[in-house]
């Protein structure tokens, strides 16, 4: 089993930026593939971006592609989220998700482990 914890969320200007972090425990970190999702009032959890175990491979989301970096420390079992140029429209929970694969993936449903969330919030 795994254990995931965010931190780092809170409010911030539009234009600002945030670093979140997910802390995980319960098994060998460096194994499994982590990514991070959001969910906005009203709208269902989407794809924000995705890492691979040991780091060397990464996707994002279109709407975030140029500003937000995803990593790993496989050192400190801790996955981090940069946002930066931040917008109204980022404002959501995030949630950083593992799978029990090596591999990246898009579809919150290949995750077997969540967060319990963090929010962020962009004010105009």
């Known amino acids: 089993q795994v254990q995931l914890v965010e931190s780092g969320g809170g409010l911030v200007q539009a234009g600002g930026s945030l670093r979140l972090s997910c802390a995980a425990s319960?098994?060998?970190?460096?194994?499994?593939?982590m990514g991070w999702f959001r969910q906005a009032p009203g709208k269902e959890r989407e794809f924000v971006a995705t890492?691979?175990?040991?780091?060397?491979?990464?996707n994002y989301a279109d709407s975030v592609k140029g500003r937000f970096t995803i990593s790993r420390d496989n050192a400190k079992n801790t996955e981090y989220l940069q946002m930066n140029s931040l917008k109204p429209e980022d404002t959501a929970v995030y949630y950083c998700?593992?799978?029990?694969?090596?591999?990246?993936?898009?579809?919150?449903?290949?995750?077997?482990?969540w967060g319990q969330g963090t929010q962020v919030t962009v004010s105009s």
């Open positions: 998700a593992a799978r029990d694969f090596p591999s990246t993936a898009l579809d919150a449903r290949l995750y077997a482990h």
């Open positions: 319960g098994r060998a970190f460096s194994t499994y593939a």
């Open positions: 890492i691979n175990s040991s780091g060397g491979m990464t």
